[in-house]
């Protein structure tokens, strides 16, 4: 247990449907991240939140659409989806990365959301 | 562009020692870190680097070279339960952006 929690841990949706992952921290972390990891391809971060301040990523589709309503709670909404975007989803949470902090602000993973698309 | 490599797979026997190598080409440079992946799980902390030299924990040590763009991870006294994924990643732009590499997974043989 790493005080990040991710529900549902899989899904499975057609490219028709609209779906919601959610993630929750108790850390009394200030940051947030979706990341997507492929088989064969390096983690590849989706999204940050930062003292609830978003970081867009440009070359994240516009069917994925992040949500932080909370520090603790990061969500991320799924429409029309393609058969390419089954993945891992993983959401992580940090202490706002600050120049010298010690530790540098390292990141908690949760267990992570197996999404299919068919 | 953003660019790590990595060493894709590696194999070491027990209580043997292993270097796993990272290069970076970034935009920018405000730290480097190591996590950890077993199988079917999440990244896991293992070391964080912004200076350059050696940071030692237990068995695992990491070294960075900024000058060079290069780091390395050292695993001694290799138990069979190091076998997983080493992610290497760096942080640009104050943490608004974190860049990994494809990973190295490391086989421990008896």
């Known amino acids: 247990e790493t005080g990040v929690t991710q529900t549902p841990r899989h899904l499975v949706m057609g490219m028709t449907n609209k779906k919601s992952l959610k993630c929750e921290q108790h850390?009394?972390?200030?940051?947030m991240y979706w990341y997507k990891q492929s088989a064969k391809k390096p983690l590849e971060l989706m999204f940050v939140?930062?003292?609830?301040?978003?970081?867009e990523n440009n070359s994240v589709p516009s069917r994925f659409s992040p949500e932080c309503p909370n520090s603790s709670h990061l969500f991320l909404h799924l429409h029309t989806l393609q058969p390419e975007d089954s993945a891992l989803y993983l959401c992580?949470?940090?202490?706002?990365?600050?120049?010298?902090?010690?530790?540098?602000?390292?990141?908690?993973f949760g267990p992570g959301t197996r999404l299919t698309v068919l | 562009g953003q660019n790590i490599d990595q060493p894709t797979e590696m194999t070491a026997t027990e209580g043997a020692i292993v270097q796993i190598n990272c290069t970076y080409q970034?935009?920018?440079?405000?730290?480097l870190f190591w996590y950890q992946q077993h199988a079917g799980e999440a990244p896991t902390f293992l070391s964080y680097?912004?200076?350059?030299g050696l940071e030692e924990k237990g068995r695992f040590s990491s070294f960075l070279s900024r000058s060079k763009g290069y780091s390395y991870l050292l695993l001694k006294e290799l138990q069979m339960k190091d076998s997983a994924s080493y992610l290497c990643?760096?942080?640009?732009?104050?943490?608004?952006?974190?860049?990994f590499g494809p990973g190295t997974r490391l086989s421990v043989l008896p």
């Open positions: 850390l009394g972390h200030n940051a």
């Open positions: 992580a949470s940090s202490v706002k990365f600050l120049p010298g902090l010690a530790g540098g602000g390292e990141q908690f």
């Open positions: 939140y930062s003292l609830e301040e978003r970081v």
């Open positions: 990643a760096v942080s640009v732009n104050y943490g608004q952006n974190f860049v």
């Open positions: 970034t935009s920018g440079f405000n730290g």
């Open positions: 680097n912004v200076l350059d």
